[in-house]
């Protein structure tokens, strides 16, 4: 009988890209930092605020897949805060604790969502992975990061 292997998460990885938006539903603009504000969000964006949605993450693998569907998108275009390489969000639970940077800190909140209509990104680009893939936190502990940050799993949950 084979033994199950159970996926786990690698510890670390990066911040390929770092995206704000001033109003919900629409494709975000890249910045080099941000602040992460605890309890609130990344300060400055639309999706910022006392709710468990704070922040948003997306690996770089979910954005490719939909460049390989021939769609044109970059980091930031699928309406994520914090693009991710080299950790798989899949594979971490709610209530996953990660650290970006230096101080900052989130905690998983849930995984996916229900969609809202067809916000203006589908409406753009006809697909949408956010609801599917996307990842969602609350902002523990406030910090500052920057694009090239170490994201690292603190817990996955346990």
Same mark, same amino acid.
């Given at each position: =009988? ?10 670390? *990885? !990066? ?20 602040? +992460?504000?605890?309890?609130? /969000?990344?300060?400055? &964006?639309?999706?910022?605020? &006392?709710?468990? !949605? ?11 897949? =939909?460049?390989?569907? *021939?769609?044109?998108?970059s980091p930031g275009n +699928?309406?994520?805060?914090? @693009?991710?390489?080299?950790?798989? #969000? /899949?594979? #971490? ?6 650290? +970006?940077? %230096? &101080? ?12 809202? /209509? ?6 753009? %680009? *006809?697909?949408?992975? =956010?609801?599917?893939? /996307?990842?969602?936190?609350?902002? @523990?502990?406030? $910090?500052? %990061?920057? @694009? ?8 996955? $949950?346990?």
């Amino acid at each position: =009988m084979k033994k199950r292997v159970e996926k786990v998460a690698t510890t670390k *990885g !990066r911040i390929r890209a770092i995206s704000v938006s001033k109003e919900r539903g629409t494709q975000k603009v890249n910045v080099p930092r941000a602040e +992460l504000q605890a309890g609130f /969000g990344i300060v400055g &964006d639309a999706h910022a605020g &006392d709710w468990d !949605r704070q922040v948003s993450l997306l690996d770089l693998e979910s954005v490719e897949k =939909m460049n390989a569907k *021939g769609l044109k998108v970059s980091p930031g275009n +699928l309406a994520e805060n914090i @693009t991710t390489e080299g950790i798989d #969000l /899949g594979v #971490l639970k709610v209530g996953s604790k990660l650290r +970006l940077g %230096i &101080d900052a800190e989130v905690e998983i909140t849930q995984f996916g969502k229900r969609c809202h /209509g067809r916000c203006k990104i589908y409406e753009q %680009i *006809g697909d949408c992975v =956010m609801p599917r893939e /996307g990842v969602f936190a609350r902002v @523990t502990r406030g $910090g500052s %990061i920057n @694009t090239g940050d170490v994201i690292e799993v603190i817990t996955n $949950g346990d």
